[in-house]
């Protein structure tokens, strides 16, 4: 059955709207809320910050950070963060994570700025490295050319097996989320409509080719406002997304998040059956 979330800007000029948009999102039965994450953005909130607060006010429905910006948040730091708002949300947090962008920006607060082939090298070890402290050891040791751990005595553990997904549109990064993580999240503005499903061909190769089910990695897609009821039909019907995020009206936020839950999210659902 097809999952419907929302896609919430973390605004700091009106935060309390902000926080309105995810507890409506929960309050209509929603199944996920997703945040952008662009710390050198001023008008934005931190993403950690306003997930955590997000646990605080809302009760059922699953959080994820769309995509964390990896090349800003340490890789342990970040594996540490997911699993606590997982233990304070209840097991409701899932993780999107990127390999960069605006990498200006990245390094203009100090994080890298790394080339294209050497941001993939280090999201794939940083893949290994926050899989490896939700693991259960006692104590973790990684050595990677990006990153690295020694003796680390990790925790807390995720009360649930949380999930991976990888914001992903180059073959070598497909390749990747075939091989090693748990859903692709792209968004429809990036993506030409006839090349989704050599996309998914890609990636189901991948898994296969690494001994994995192509169907246990979830397919999930970021949808602009505006977009039109028949084309949400077709991304769940026809084009094997199970997860959609749709961006609210940016004039009514909080009432497009209920018409969503109250018109679409029972066509959306009926078309995945």
């Known amino acids: ?6 896609f919430v800007t973390p605004l700091a000029g009106d ?10 999102a929960d309050e ?23 997930l955590a607060h997000v646990a605080a ?7 994820a950070p769309d ?30 994570l990127g390999a960069g962008a605006f990498w200006e920006n990245i390094a203009a607060m100090g994080g890298p700025a790394r080339e294209p082939g050497e941001a993939v090298d280090a999201l794939e070890e940083a893949i290994e490295l926050i899989r490896l402290w939700w693991s259960g050891e006692e104590q973790i040791s990684y050595d990677g050319e990006h990153y690295g751990l020694r003796d680390v005595k990790p925790g807390p553990p995720p009360p649930h097996s949380i999930g991976i997904w990888l914001g992903a549109y180059r073959p070598r990064m497909l390749r990747l989320t075939g091989r ?17 499903a050599g996309r998914h061909r ?11 089910a192509a169907d246990d990695i979830r397919r999930l ?47 959306l659902r009926d078309a995945s059956q």
């Open 1 to 6: 059955m097809a999952e419907v979330g929302v």
């Open 15 to 24: 935060a309390r709207r902000t926080i309105e948009q995810a507890v409506a």
């Open 28 to 50: 209509a039965g929603l199944d996920l809320v997703a945040i952008q994450d662009h710390p050198y953005q001023r008008r934005f909130l931190d993403t950690f910050t306003l």
């Open 57 to 63: 006010r809302t009760e059922r429905i699953k959080l």
């Open 67 to 96: 995509v964390a910006n990896l090349p800003l948040r340490p890789p342990a730091m970040l594996a540490k963060a997911a699993a606590s708002i997982d233990v304070l949300s209840g097991g409701r947090f899932e993780l999107g």
């Open 180 to 196: 090693l993580a748990d859903g692709w999240l792209p968004s429809l503005g990036n993506l030409d409509e006839e090349t989704i």
């Open 202 to 212: 890609a990636i189901d190769e991948a898994a296969e080719n690494a001994g994995r």
């Open 221 to 267: 897609i970021n949808v602009p406002a505006g977009t039109e009821a028949d084309r949400l039909v077709r991304l769940v019907a026809e084009e094997r997304f199970e997860t959609l995020i749709l961006a609210p009206d940016g004039d009514d936020p909080v009432g497009s998040i209920r018409r969503i839950g109250g018109e679409l999210v029972p066509r």
